[in-house]
């Protein structure tokens, strides 16, 4: 797929990975709609520097655990930016108060946190759909997590969340052929929650076969290279761990 003057859907693209893909595809060609929540001005910022590499950007607001809100923003970025080839769904939650654990248990924040990490980029796809097929060459990347397949037990419901959007990238890959074609990737240590304290950075990296930390510039290659070059690979999940999964 050649990325000039194509158009991509980045959601949480204002920050950590989904800023990195945001750029990475602007360099490749792309114009990008870049979605936030609460980060207004990070996103602007990162509108601005794709304008700055020659391409077409815009900033797109919603919530992604509110039902109207996923139509909505297929439909503003399809309105700014006159089509839609590319859906990144980089956007999720990763804590909240509840559903962490087996006895922190909260229906309501694991509706919440499968609904934002699962449901939301489900109903985007749907969405998006008759755009992405118009061309014959949509493409969907969904970020999932070495976690789908390595769970942590203090993270219930994230891990549950990524482990059913693997299961959906397969799915929709079938689903959606032969005029969209669905990928994943599934990254490990792309970058630390600021609360992360050295010793629990340093026991993490120890995990990993190349003993270092990626980062999000190291995922939004592979997403580039995915879209550029992976003209036949669909249903496929991409792990961009260091090794991890298979540590």
Known sequence: MRLENTVAL?????????????????RGGCDVAVHFRTSGAEAGAVAEKVRELGRRATTV???LSLTD?????IGRT???????????????????????TVDAFRPESWDRMLRVNLTAPMALCHYARPHLAARGCGRIINLTDVSAE????DHLAYCCSKAGLTALT???????????????????????PDDYSAEQRSRLVAQVPLRRAGTPED??????????SGDYVSGEIIHVDGGRHVA
């Open 61 to 63: 607001s919603g919530d």
């Open 150 to 153: 390595r769970p942590w037990p």
């Open 78 to 100: 399809v309105q700014q930016l006159g089509r839609l080839d590319i859906l990144i769904n980089s956007a999720s939650e990763f804590r909240l108060d509840g559903a962490a």
């Open 10 to 26: 980045v959601t949480g693209g204002a920050k950590r990975v989904g800023r990195a893909i945001s750029l990475e595809l602007a």
């Open 170 to 192: 397969r799915a929709l890959a079938r689903a959606l052929a032969p005029d969209v074609m669905v990928n994943a990737i599934a990254p490990g240590i792309a970058i630390f």
């Open 69 to 73: 809100e996923w139509p909505a923003l």
């Open 219 to 228: 995922v939004a290659r592979v997403a580039r290279a995915l879209l550029e």
